[in-house]
């Protein structure tokens, strides 16, 4: 119940929803036990031949006779005490000294009486009042009389319904708009996490948080908002007549209760460690089908669809196995608690039978009843007790919805517990529009892992860079030596670990992400579009950019162009992640995307390594103007002549470590791996033909100069000198 204490504050917000629903339970509850105390009525006049008028006179005789005789017991106390008093008062003068024991179970006789007295008085004014106001309803002849209990039953029975449907509409729409608000409060808290944290909890898992476990979590507060409040009411009220028409044998089918209380602890600690068991396995099956259907080129062109559903097949079963869990605890909930409370009933019905049929009001010298129990009292007690026994087997089915939900929203709230590892520094500082330098101190980084067993290698290790603003550094190295990484760190994907970055000498830390990253224009690797226009995805980069400015990054970054292809132009729907357009195209409309931003500090991270040689030359062709007061990195793995122009240094990157930086002849000159790598990249070269004649040719420095010399210069391409190098692929066909 502790989970549902955290969703208090969203449901406070509809509590005068929450009041009413409570009032309308409280109706169904207290016409629940009206109508079944009508059996009482109905053995009257059935069983007994009575018509109510008479029952009626009866009970109003009765009660008159109950209060003269009470009141002539309280006259003869009131004696007794006064003569008590006198007599003490004659041998022990002292004021205030204790009472003697008789006078103590006298007093204690005359509380009983005048309780007696009242409760007497209240049936006869009861008695009266109806037989005032209603007498001329009240038919005489017996069959009509059963015929009236029967209307009023059906009535009560239809208030009881319109009761019902209210309080479940009500409560309906308060869950609703509790999990609508926790949803949208998941989704904020889920945005305001860092990258690091997201990545490594995964798609699926948070996929699987917002649907299925917020699914099972309102479906457990819309019982609780129901039937909890009404059937442990409906409980109630029926214990509480049952006391009125006989408290000693109702006290006695309560002996059960401890036993019952112990076994639904129990069963629900263990449905809920079952029903965790149960999303966390649901949430594996996210992560099959996400990855299955995200990758299915190479599922397809791999003939993996054996495997994924050999995968998908073993989670299903996992989750199955965890779900029977569930199931048997569920279904052995209710069985047990019938038959304790069957159990229950018996317990205060046989004996309730022993009295009725000896007529006799004691067994074995207790006395269970105020007299004779008559056989219409044991007949409303039977049912007032079945009718406890129902809202109760109810609640013991449902127990298990409720734990399960209980799990539920305590992994919802795990959502909302998630830190980001991204701290803001105090005191928060202004960047104004970057005009000074870039500096990366010191910095060490490592990726952080789900899997504490083994050590990552740091990814970063003690760099330090320092870049004028305005500066276009090109960064190269093999592939994994930590240039991504590098430039991640400054829109703060992810902190370093020792170190600092700084922006015109402000540690980006003590900056607001938000002013940070509004400075940052980015590409990645992995360009990812949204399902929407190309006109909408670029104006991405910038919202309230007007027409023309969209127009003109677009221009920039060569998408115009793609309109002979795309005859729909910027109202083309690019798709799911962009899938409807091919790889080159995709990171064009990126980049016009980044462009747009009008960023202080741009990141190419090779994000034109899927666009066409041509495209790319002439979209560097642009960037040479585009660069101009920028500070621009540029990761690639073909450095031509054209980005030469505008570079004004190369960096060069090797196991997570800056090796070199300098201009691209003074690398050529005393750098041995930019040497290596601008080697491999001219033997790299495209020409699809010759590449893997010339991959596998030994690399001479006589080699590198012939191939510079035929060469179109933007074609010169640095290929992965690690190994793969026969595996690489020639880069023309990436479109
Ligand atoms: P590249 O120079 O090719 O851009 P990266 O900076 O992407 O290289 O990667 C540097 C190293 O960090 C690699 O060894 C890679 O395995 C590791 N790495 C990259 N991204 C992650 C990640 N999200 N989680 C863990 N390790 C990563
Ligand atoms: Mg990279």
Redesign the pocket.
Known sequence: MDQFARLLPYVWRHRSKVYLSMFFALVVALLWAATLSMTFLVVKVLLQGQSLQSYLNSEIQSAEQEIIKREQELRELDQELAELAFSEASINAVPGAPKSKKEVKLLQQQDQRRRQLSVASHRFVAGQWIQRRMLGWIPEDQFNTYALILCVLVLATAIKGTAMFIQDMLVGSVVELSVMALRKDCFRHSLDLDYQTL?LRGTAALMSRFTNDINIASDGLNLLGGRIVREPLKAATCILAAFYVNWQLTALSLVCVPLMAVTFHRYGQLLKRASHHTMERMSRIYKSLEETFDGMKIVIAFNGARRHRLRFHHENKDYYRTSMKVVRIDALTSPTIELLLTVAVCFSLLPGAFLVLRHEDSIWGVKLAAGPLQIEDLSVLYVLLAGTLDPIRKLSSIYSRLKRSSAAIERVFEVLDWKPALKQALPIQLLPRHSQSIVFKKVYFK?A?TEEVTE?PD?LTDVNLKIAAGEVVVVV??????????VNLLPRYYDPERGSVQIDGIDIRHVRLRDLRSQIGLVT?ETLLFDDTIYDNIRYGKSDATHAEIHAAAEKAHVTQLFDQLPEGFETRVGPRGNRLSGGQRQRVALARALLRDPSILIL?EATSAVDAQSESLIHQCLGDFVKGRTVFL?THSVTSQILEFATRVVV?EQ?QLLATGSHEELLQSCPAYQRLYRAQTTGRSDDSLAEVRLNAPVTGSNVEASAAIDPPHVIKFAPTNGDVANHEPRRKAN
Do not use: P, V
């Open positions: 990545s990726y892992s990552r990814a190295g093999e592939n994994g030596s930590g240039k991504s990484t590098l690797q991270d990761i990157m997570g």
